[in-house]
């Protein structure tokens, strides 16, 4: 038996992806190190881990294939015999084990979906520990707004964000911390805000390793950065392409040439809707201040620099939808490298496509 596990948590859109590709990468030095990173859950997302927790009801099970009592113990027959062996492998190097998975926060909303999590994993662990990771509301919203789009959202941005109110639990710290809280004692839940000049050492990696007990004689392989946002011309040429032919019709090979070059930042979010968003989550942010940073006069700065000129995106989907759908017809409806050429010449220009 462990002596303790470690759950990350997230939040999402907080470098989760880094640190797993982190555990992943040095998975031979950590075990030597006295900790174990997994990969009976997956091979860098842990996720199985979270799918535990369903019971088949909610859509996302279904979307999942987990709706049927079969399915959940098929999930959970081979998870327990893989993680099984792993820990036994790992037994006489030390006693830790480290689970990361987004999905503890994004898709675990209910204290049943938490609580089975916790039931499946105590065979295994005599106590755990959670590490999560806060990021400023409107900033959250307007990443998951940029992966979304690489998705599939095909929504206005004031549409999108207008979810981003206190109910909606992906957005509200205080009721993440709280869920999981009835599961792990407060002194046991590690609470870290997502901004470089807070991190130990200068980095999300080096701040994940020192909340999380890990020490480095040497340099860790350290991952490349992963997971970023789309550019201002990226949200808008994917989110056209989209809207003009299906995913599963753009070549694996050609779908990653023109996301990867159209990465980027892009920042949508008004002033007037950063205050609305502000204010909204002013009660809840204190309440997770009082609790987990008394130390902080407040738990996010607040934000002083705007945009002068809001960008008109939509705008700019519009003139993309015209140009992809006149290709289209020119390709006989199906992408080529000579039409992702294209779109990214257009999307790395410095002119916006929207003024042609």
């Given amino acids: 038996m462990l002596k303790k596990i470690i759950l990350h948590?997230?939040?999402?859109?907080?470098?989760?992806?880094?640190?797993?590709?982190?555990?992943?990468?040095?998975?031979?030095?950590?075990?030597?190190?006295?900790?174990?990173?997994?990969?009976?859950?997956?091979e860098r997302h842990q996720s199985?881990?979270?799918?535990?927790?369903?019971?088949?009801?909610?859509?996302?099970?279904k979307k999942r294939k987990l709706a049927s009592l079969t399915q959940r113990k098929l999930l959970r027959f081979r998870l327990e015999r893989a993680f099984t062996k792993e820990v036994?492998?790992?037994?006489?190097?030390?006693?830790?084990?480290?689970?990361?998975?987004?999905?503890?926060?994004?898709?675990?909303?209910?204290?049943?979906?938490?609580?089975?999590?916790?039931?499946?994993?105590?065979?295994?662990?005599?106590?755990?520990?959670?590490?999560?990771?806060?990021?400023e509301q409107s900033t959250l919203a307007n990443s998951r707004y940029s992966t979304g789009i690489l998705h599939g959202v095909n929504l206005p941005f004031d549409e999108f964000i207008a979810g981003c109110v206190k109910e909606t639990p992906y957005y509200n710290h205080a009721k993440t911390l709280r869920l999981w809280q009835e599961g792990v004692p407060q002194s046991s839940m590690h609470t870290r805000i997502y901004e470089k000049q807070s991190f130990a050492g200068?980095?999300?990696?080096?701040?994940?390793?020192?909340?999380?007990?890990?020490?480095?004689?040497?340099?860790?392989?350290?991952?490349?950065?992963?997971?970023?946002?789309?550019?201002?011309?990226?949200?808008?040429?994917?989110?056209?392409?989209?809207?003009?032919?299906?995913?599963?019709?753009?070549?694996?090979?050609?779908?990653?040439?023109?996301?990867?070059?159209?990465r980027g930042s892009c920042t949508l979010i008004s002033e007037a809707t950063?205050?609305?968003?502000?204010?909204?989550?002013?009660?809840?942010?204190?309440?997770?201040r009082q609790t987990y940073f008394p130390e902080l006069d407040v738990l996010f700065a607040v934000r002083e620099n705007f945009m002068t000129q809001p960008?008109?995106?939509?705008?700019?989907?519009?003139?993309f939808t015209d140009f992809i759908a006149t290709e289209l017809e020119h390709h006989a409806h199906?992408?080529?490298?000579?039409?992702?050429?294209?779109?990214?010449?257009?999307?790395?220009?410095?002119?916006?496509?929207?003024?042609?």
């Fill in 9 to 42: 948590i997230g939040t999402e859109k907080t470098g989760t992806t880094s640190i797993q590709e982190f555990l992943n990468l040095n998975r031979v030095a950590l075990r030597d190190k006295g900790f174990l990173a997994p990969n009976s859950g997956g």
């Fill in 48 to 61: 199985n881990f979270a799918l535990i927790g369903f019971d088949g009801t909610t859509a996302f099970a």
């Fill in 88 to 135: 036994k492998e790992f037994s006489k190097y030390g006693d830790t084990a480290i689970i990361s998975s987004e999905w503890f926060h994004s898709k675990v909303v209910r204290k049943s979906e938490m609580e089975a999590i916790l039931k499946f994993l105590s065979p295994f662990a005599e106590q755990f520990e959670v590490v999560c990771y806060l990021r």
């Fill in 202 to 262: 200068g980095s999300l990696i080096s701040d994940f390793a020192d909340v999380t007990g890990i020490k480095w004689d040497d340099t860790p392989n350290l991952p490349p950065a992963m997971n970023s946002s789309l550019s201002e011309n990226g949200m808008a040429i994917i989110r056209a392409l989209l809207s003009c032919i299906e995913r599963r019709h753009i070549g694996d090979a050609l779908w990653k040439k023109l996301r990867d070059s159209l």
């Fill in 274 to 288: 950063y205050h609305k968003i502000h204010q909204d989550f002013a009660a809840s942010n204190e309440q997770v």
């Fill in 311 to 319: 960008i008109n995106l939509e705008e700019k989907v519009e003139y």
């Fill in 334 to 356: 199906k992408m080529s490298e000579a039409l992702v050429d294209q779109l990214i010449t257009l999307g790395t220009t410095q002119e916006p496509p929207s003024n042609p």
